[in-house]
């Protein structure tokens, strides 16, 4: 078996996650990184990682100077994945070509599977529990750019002789999260001691810790079948509002958390749950940690990195 895996995008909380799980099965890994991110920095040096710097509109054309093949191929680079960002349609065609690009890149390292990194934003609003056959109906730019790319990268792979897999993955939280989500966003003010406002916080939503996250990933690589859409997530949703609260509480913040203050955007979705069914029976996959202790390890290394910082 060949223990050699790439993955795109690694410096976010799935990509670093997905690394540590990597490193701690023994696998070597190339680690793809945009050129000149600060965030590069937050890859250890370890003999088993070789990292490579490139934007993705180029990722067809890196070149490693390891002539021995990989094998599974982990896609997770995008663009624009916050903010205005998500309806920059030009920006979001570059994640579709360099979705494609991947895909040459993948088979011209070897690779025998290509694993790429969707998203719920694929389905759209809906108040169905989401499966791989649920009605995809997307409505951001962004949406509409992942589910474009699912199918497009599906059909590159067919050309080129590679297994496909394509993961929808929900609202992922923890260490190397991007500052713009929800959870980033709260811990930091309740920890800095600062008001926080949200909307009514009555949307349903389901939470992934993204070591699980990273778990499920591994898992579909080990035994990956082509064509496979998967829903990832904790397969559980409550309100909102009760995550929150439990963020102010393990935070110990005692200033003022007021809901209702924002309205709901018009194109607020307010449930969101995955059913992971098809992924425990193909992988055996099940989360292991619950958003409370999820919680509390991101808000360790939330204030290490403040430490660090500062």
């Not at 067809?60 to 205005?84: I, M, R, S």
């Not at 108040?127 to 992942?146: I, N, Q």
């Not at 559980?236 to 200033?255: H, N, V």
Request: hydrophobic letters at 40%; glycine letters at 10%; charged letters at 25%.
């Amino acid at each position: 078996m060949c223990k050699r895996a790439v993955i795109t995008g690694v410096t976010g909380a799935v990509g670093m996650a997905l690394l540590e799980k990597y490193k701690s099965e023994g696998w070597e890994v190339l680690a793809v990184c945009r050129k000149g991110s600060a965030r590069n920095s937050r890859i250890a040096p370890d003999p088993k990682i070789t990292v490579a710097e490139t934007d993705i509109s180029r990722l067809d054309q890196l070149e490693t100077a390891d002539p021995k093949p990989y094998g599974v191929f982990y896609h997770l680079a995008w663009g624009g994945t916050f903010g205005a960002g998500r309806e920059d349609l030009a920006l979001q065609l570059e994640n579709i070509e360099g979705t494609l690009k991947a895909v040459t890149l993948a088979k011209r390292l070897g690779c025998h599977t290509f694993i790429g990194a969707g998203s719920q934003a694929e389905y759209g609003r809906t108040d169905a529990v989401l499966r791989p056959d649920t009605a995809v109906f997307p409505e951001s730019g962004y949406g509409m750019a992942k589910l474009c790319a699912g199918q497009m990268s599906r059909k590159a792979c067919e050309q080129q002789g590679l297994r496909h897999v394509w993961v929808r993955i929900l609202s992922v939280y923890g260490p190397y999260d991007g500052a713009g989500t929800m959870v980033s966003t709260a811990l930091r003010r309740m920890l800095q001691g600062e008001d926080c406002a949200f909307t009514k916080a009555e949307q349903l939503w389901d939470f992934l810790y993204s070591a699980d996250a990273a778990d499920a990933m591994y898992r579909i690589g080990q035994c990956p079948v082509h064509g496979r859409v998967y829903c990832l997530g904790s397969g559980k949703a409550l309100p909102l509002k009760e995550y929150i609260l439990k963020m102010k509480e393990l935070t110990g913040c005692s200033a003022a958390v007021k809901f209702g203050e924002i309205p709901y955007s018009s194109g607020q979705v307010m449930h969101l749950c995955a059913d992971i069914s098809d992924l425990t029976r193909d992988t055996g996959f099940v989360p292991a940690t619950g958003f409370e202790e999820g919680l509390r390890q991101t808000i360790q290394w939330m204030q290490e990195d403040f430490r660090q910082q500062n």
